[in-house]
């Protein structure tokens, strides 16, 4: 298979949490380990030594061709499939991966609602709103069309074996408290902090809206005590931040997102 192939299949299982960095920098030594010198890219060599996420995204992008983003998707759900089925990960992880890559497509991309929906559909029914049978069937009906893309490339079958990296459960509420605010840096490492963004995270409004709608599931409930300090401080910051939480609430409103200013 094409180094380009596996490259996406990295790429986009990086994007969701689904493989680590160690795992990146096994598949690259695996690519060193199986070719000649002289057919190995140098930037494979990077990615063997690599320690940043944003230097691993920006070298499995430069190896990314983008032809092969439909089978390379399908094939990282056959290696959710997979997961599931050994128990390296749990029912409500599936679902989490399956809300990340519904954040991954692009708008116009079948799969684009499709997955939100039948991730949202079994967290209802479990939560006492819905059929869990019916959901888990559908969940595993969509898992299953895809369980024999998973031999085309899983990292968990190289010799290496990583293990993956488990999700931290969503929380139902917290609390913010931005009233120590005194820089906008202080209020993006309060967010990233209390949110739990990766270490990736830009700490600013662009960054943080690609992190809130595809690498982390935000809380339920969010209480931002301290508001109106905030919002004397620095105006502009918080009418940002209101708005782009306004517009999360928006985009998935059946996750009876609420937030507080206090």
């Known amino acids: ?30 690519i060193i380990d199986r070719l000649e010198a002289p057919d190995i890219p140098e930037i494979i060599y990077d990615l063997s030594i690599a320690k940043k996420e944003t230097d691993i995204l920006r070298l499995l992008r430069e190896l990314i061709t983008y032809q092969e983003t439909d089978i390379a998707l399908k094939t990282v759900v056959g290696i959710l499939n997979q997961s599931y089925r050994i128990k390296q990960i749990t029912l409500y992880e599936v ?21 939100y929906e039948i991730a949202a559909n079994l967290e209802s029914a479990v939560d006492g709103y819905g059929e869990v049978d019916r959901s888990k069937i559908e969940l595993d009906h969509f898992l299953n069309k895809h369980l024999e893309y998973v031999y085309l490339f899983n990292l968990n079958l190289s010799p290496n074996e990583p293990k993956m990296t488990e999700f931290v459960p969503r929380k139902e ?15 993006h490492l309060v967010l ?71």
Request: contains cysteine; aromatic residues 16%.
């Open 1 to 30: 298979m094409k180094i380009s192939f596996e490259a996406t299949v990295c790429y986009i299982s990086f994007t969701i949490g689904l493989y680590s960095i160690d795992q990146i920098k096994a598949w690259a030594d695996t």
């Open 95 to 115: 679902c989490e991966y399956f809300y990340r890559l519904s954040h991954y497509v692009d708008s116009d991309h079948e799969w684009k609602s499709y997955l």
């Open 173 to 187: 509420s917290i609390v913010i408290d931005v009233s120590r605010v005194f820089a906008p840096l202080d209020l």
């Open 192 to 262: 990233k902090r209390q949110l739990d963004l990766p270490d990736m995270y830009g700490m600013n409004w662009n960054a943080f809206w690609d992190a809130i709608t595809g690498m982390v599931k935000l809380p339920r409930k969010i209480t931002i005590s301290g508001w109106s300090v905030l919002d004397e401080r620095f105006p502009e910051e918080a009418k940002t931040l209101r708005k782009i939480l306004t517009d999360y609430s928006v985009r998935y409103g059946s996750e009876n997102f609420l937030v507080k200013y206090e």
